[in-house]
């Protein structure tokens, strides 16, 4: 079955650790998205990636980082200079990047909580 | 800047009610317009879309019509089941670009 798929669905760290969330996708999209989602605000986005080695700031980039080396995997690493890392995180793909009405597909995504 | 705006949650339900929930949007451009649907502890799966004005997407008894003069995609199901509980979000996304812009989701709970 293609889609996406992001490992672990639940993280705790310790403050002042680094953090990798894994995404992968199987339906050969070419751009990829990482976006947090916070109770009562919606998704904002962190990053973006339309092709294989670029990527590009969203909005809420500070204290994040990602590459994308290969086509199917878009980590993101939440570092710790973000000031509060505690949210659900969601990656997500679409087909054409660059393209208005373009669906994206989510991932079922990862639960972070910093202790 | 562009925005997105839904009707605040929770939105309580009986079982065959009909449902609306608000949407309405500021854009410069011509976006895209979408729902978007979360059940809990999930992702997002697209419920809806529709591209111009005048459009009317639908899905799983949903459906939503792109009103340019209003600015508004508001969600309509004319017979709302316990399994339609869930996070329901509206997006847009503007011309040439890869950005969604969601609201703040509103939340229906219908009870059997």
């Known amino acids: 079955d293609g889609g996406i798929t992001q490992s672990p669905k639940y993280l705790f760290r310790k403050e002042g650790q680094n953090v990798t969330l894994s995404c992968e996708q199987n339906?050969?999209?070419?751009?990829m998205y990482w976006y947090r989602q916070d109770p009562g605000q919606g998704l904002r986005l962190i990053y973006y990636?339309?092709?294989?080695?670029?990527?590009q700031k969203g909005d809420i980039a500070e204290g994040y980082s990602v590459s994308r080396e290969k086509k199917e995997s878009f980590p993101l690493t939440v570092t710790s200079a973000q000031k509060n890392p505690t949210a659900f995180y969601l990656c997500?793909?679409?087909?054409?990047?660059?393209?208005?009405?373009?669906?994206?597909?989510f991932g079922p995504g990862t639960r972070l909580t910093v202790l | 800047g562009d925005s997105v705006t839904q009707m605040e949650g929770p939105v309580t339900l009986s079982e065959e009610a009909f449902l609306t929930i608000n949407c309405t949007y500021t854009?410069?451009?011509?976006?895209?317009l979408f729902w978007y649907v979360q059940y809990p502890g999930e992702g997002l799966q697209l419920l809806l879309k529709?591209?111009?004005?005048?459009d009317k997407g639908s899905n799983k008894g949903f459906e939503a019509t792109y009103r340019k003069e209003t600015t508004s995609f508001h969600l309509e199901k004319g017979s709302v089941q316990v399994s339609d509980s869930a996070v329901y979000f509206c997006?847009?996304?503007?011309?040439?670009?890869?950005?969604?812009?969601f609201g703040t989701g509103t939340r229906l709970q219908v009870f059997p």
């Open positions: 339906l050969n999209h070419d751009a």
């Open positions: 529709a591209t111009k004005a005048d």
């Open positions: 990636s339309q092709i294989v080695n670029d990527f």
């Open positions: 997006a847009l996304s503007v011309d040439n670009t890869d950005k969604l812009i």
């Open positions: 854009a410069t451009g011509y976006p895209s």
């Open positions: 997500a793909s679409s087909i054409r990047p660059g393209t208005s009405g373009d669906t994206q597909y």
